[in-house]
């Protein structure tokens, strides 16, 4: 059996922090729980943390400054702010520390699984080089390099149609629930990042077009589906 994920989680407010902490657990997470962020520190310097959750407001030492030290000892750990804020200059002050998500309460639990799952694809992408490439058809997709290979060349892809690329080819020939992708992209499922989504799609078309086997199809009301031929 796979060693569980293990998760530090830092929130103050101790009825959703068990609720959490229950929730992770259930889902085959590892997941301790500490009500401050100096417990929290603490706790990160004794224990090796696969991912870390953390409250932006907290007793004793905020989210923030949690993050800081945790960034100060460990540059690779991935971090999720968990807030109440909604103000942009926060998230941007979030991101500046390092962190890899970013959750404005109140938010569902299945979001919270979402993004943690995306993050660890992600990490376990890095360091399984099988896992950076795709093969689309008569395509060969490098997510680390971001570049779209075919016998007649190669295309630079931008970060965000290299992200959207990669969730499609995660779920090849699958559904890939449209919010799930905004979240995971775009931090927010607004109309505008829907928007900004679509157009996205389109690029992604274009590139794959000289393929005939590939298509990109939207699923009403859920998302979108990468039809691709089955490697044997």
């Not at 907290?58 to 540059?75: C, S, V």
């Not at 990669?166 to 992209?185: G, M």
């Amino acid at each position: 059996m796979d060693e569980k994920l293990r998760i530090l989680l830092c929130e103050d407010d101790e009825n959703l922090g068990m609720l959490l902490r229950e929730y992770l657990q259930a889902k085959g997470y590892s997941a301790e729980l500490y009500p401050d962020g100096e417990a929290g520190f603490k706790a990160f310097l004794k224990n090796k943390y696969d991912l870390c959750v953390l409250d932006v407001m907290m007793p004793k030492k905020d989210g923030f400054t949690l993050a800081q030290e945790i960034r100060a000892t460990n540059t690779e750990v991935p971090i999720i702010f968990l807030t109440a804020k909604t103000l942009n200059e926060d998230k941007v002050e979030g991101f500046k520390i390092g962190a890899d998500d970013y959750i404005t309460k109140p938010f569902s639990m299945e979001e919270l699984t979402f993004r943690i799952e995306a993050i660890v694809r992600r990490v376990c992408g890095k360091k399984n080089k099988q896992s950076n490439i795709y093969k689309i058809g008569s395509f060969t997709f490098d997510t680390q390099k971001q570049i779209l290979s075919s016998p007649d060349g190669q295309t630079k892809l931008t970060t965000k149609e290299s992200e959207l690329l990669s969730l499609l080819c995660a779920h090849a020939n699958e559904i890939l629930q449209r919010d799930f992708a905004l979240k995971t992209i775009w931090i927010d499922d607004n109309y505008f990042n829907a928007r900004s989504m679509d157009v996205y799609i389109t690029k992604l078309r274009k590139h794959l077009k000289d393929d005939p086997s590939i298509e990109i199809i939207n699923i009403h009301g859920k998302g979108y589906k990468l039809i691709t031929p089955d490697e044997d």
